[in-house]
């Protein structure tokens, strides 16, 4: 089945700063690569989401790249802001069905 | 639009015994998945009902179980419960139809003692 790797499990930044959070994916028929973020207490939500016909997708300070053929995507946050701080989990889609396979999570921490 | 709800919102459960949960989807969504959460393995996939049909399932003993109703609401059921059944378990709704956004409902939080 497919086996999802997520790094790092922590990051620390200051406000301002970029984070870059890195996946990679065990299975070439996945097709759907979404991040969610949890923050404590509260259920995950996506925050964007990129489908395997696209190589990188944008929504204002969050971008997410896919590369295939290397079978891996990331999360880019730019001028990391406080309200950042929070678990983020990639997932990849396999077989194109509902079923997601996560990461194991990347807590985020952005200092003011 | 209701979001996805998830009942009881927390549970105390002695080992042995066994516990059902319910997810209510948003409306029109026919698809819900299940998914245990802890903090040493993530959120890790129990299984998926496509209008009321299992359709795919993850690596979990038969003890996990469950069910999906006409009306898209899905139930999953933990019996002979053990301590390391003690996790968030979350589900998520989507339309089903190919890859499209999973909402999660709040999770139930089981604790087995």
């Known amino acids: 089945g497919e086996n999802v790797e997520q790094h790092p499990s922590t990051l620390s930044v200051q406000e301002g700063d970029s984070a870059v959070i890195k996946c990679t994916y065990s299975d070439s028929a996945s097709n759907y690569f979404p991040w969610y973020k949890q923050e404590l207490g509260k259920r995950p939500q996506l925050i964007i989401d990129?489908?395997?016909?696209?190589g990188e997708k944008k929504d204002q300070r969050i971008a997410v790249t896919l590369n295939k053929t290397a079978k891996h995507f990331s999360l880019h946050i730019t001028e990391t802001q406080p309200e950042d701080s929070a678990v983020y989990f990639c997932?990849?889609?396999?077989?194109?069905?509902?079923?997601?396979?996560f990461g194991k999570g990347t807590m985020l921490l952005v200092s003011p | 639009k209701a979001g996805v709800t998830q009942t009881p919102r927390y549970l105390i459960k002695t080992r042995g015994q066994q516990v059902t949960l319910s997810c209510s989807p948003i409306?029109?969504?026919?698809?819900v998945s299940w998914y245990q959460q802890t903090p040493g393995q993530g959120l890790q996939f129990l299984f998926e009902?496509?209008?009321?049909?299992?359709?795919n399932k993850g690596n979990f003993p038969g003890r996990f179980s469950g069910r999906q109703f006409s009306n898209s609401r899905s139930e999953m059921n933990v019996s002979t419960l053990e301590l390391g059944d003690s996790a968030l378990y979350l589900c998520?709704?989507?339309?089903?139809?190919?890859?499209?956004?999973?909402?999660f409902g709040q999770g139930t939080r089981l604790t087995v003692v």
């Open positions: 990129i489908r395997s016909n696209v």
């Open positions: 997932a990849a889609s396999t077989r194109g069905y509902s079923t997601l396979t």
């Open positions: 009902y496509f209008s009321e049909t299992q359709r």
């Open positions: 998520a709704s989507s339309e089903g139809t190919g890859a499209t956004e999973a909402f």
């Open positions: 409306s029109g969504h026919r698809s």
